[in-house]
């Protein structure tokens, strides 16, 4: 089992670019999120689904847009990236729940310019 | 709203012990969690406690929790240089039903 994957590992943009990160998991899960890491912050969702069909905000949604494409896959896309979402970008993946526990990619390191 | 802090930064001689402490507001936390992130790498689990538990023992893991004062803490004995990491505690809210993180302790271990 691969667990969860998340491709590029690492991007560089241009202010208003767009970009898609692309998110995997195989342990057939029915949550997946989608996290900011920033230095001093922590960890931030920016959105989830809590199943096939289904996506919500989290905390810091606004210059982001989701797709559950399946159960497998939940991409996080950039429609214009702008400086300010500089960051690690880490998808995760969880059975329904709180005891749930939640499996983490590696992280994409966007760095917008 | 939910807000969960810790420390940035705390560091150990190795063999000593650790604690990383954590406060949390939210009341209706169901579950709290530590998570270990190496550099480079995602998130792992480390433990898990629930809200009507004191305490949880795991091998060199010890979570203590004061629901009252709404602490949690995380005690690593012996520490090793591969528990050099930062470590982020997080908690389940019912009510929002989300996980809201900490901002990471980083956990340093000297020779």
């Known amino acids: 089992n691969a667990g969860v994957t998340q491709t590029p590992k690492f991007q560089v943009l241009k202010t208003g670019q767009s970009m898609t990160l692309q998110c995997a998991q195989d342990?057939?899960?029915?949550?997946m999120y989608w996290y900011r890491q920033d230095p001093g912050m922590g960890l931030r969702l920016i959105y989830y689904s809590a199943s096939e069909g289904t996506t919500d905000k989290g905390e810091v949604p606004n210059g982001y847009n989701v797709s559950r494409l399946n159960k497998r896959e939940f991409s996080l896309r950039l429609e214009s990236a702008a400086p300010s979402q500089t960051s690690v970008y880490f998808c995760?993946?969880?059975?329904?729940?709180?005891?749930?526990?939640?499996?983490f990619g590696p992280g994409t390191r966007l760095t917008v310019l | 709203g939910e807000d969960v802090e810790q420390s940035l930064f705390l560091s150990v001689r190795e063999g000593d012990s650790s604690v990383i402490n954590c406060t949390y507001t939210d009341s209706s936390s169901t579950y709290l969690y530590w998570y270990k992130q190496e550099p480079g790498a995602g998130l792992q689990l480390l433990t898990y406690?629930?809200?009507?538990?004191d305490m949880k023992q795991d091998q060199r893991l010890t979570v203590l929790l004061n629901k009252k004062d709404k602490h949690l803490s995380l005690r690593i004995a012996d520490t090793q240089t591969g528990d050099s990491a930062i470590y982020f505690c997080?908690?389940?809210?019912?009510?929002?039903?989300?996980?809201?993180f900490g901002t990471g302790t980083r956990l340093q271990v000297t020779l």
């Open positions: 997080a908690e389940w809210s019912g009510t929002a039903s989300k996980l809201t």
């Open positions: 342990m057939n899960h029915n949550s």
């Open positions: 995760a993946s969880s059975e329904v729940g709180p005891s749930g526990e939640q499996f």
């Open positions: 406690i629930f809200s009507n538990m």
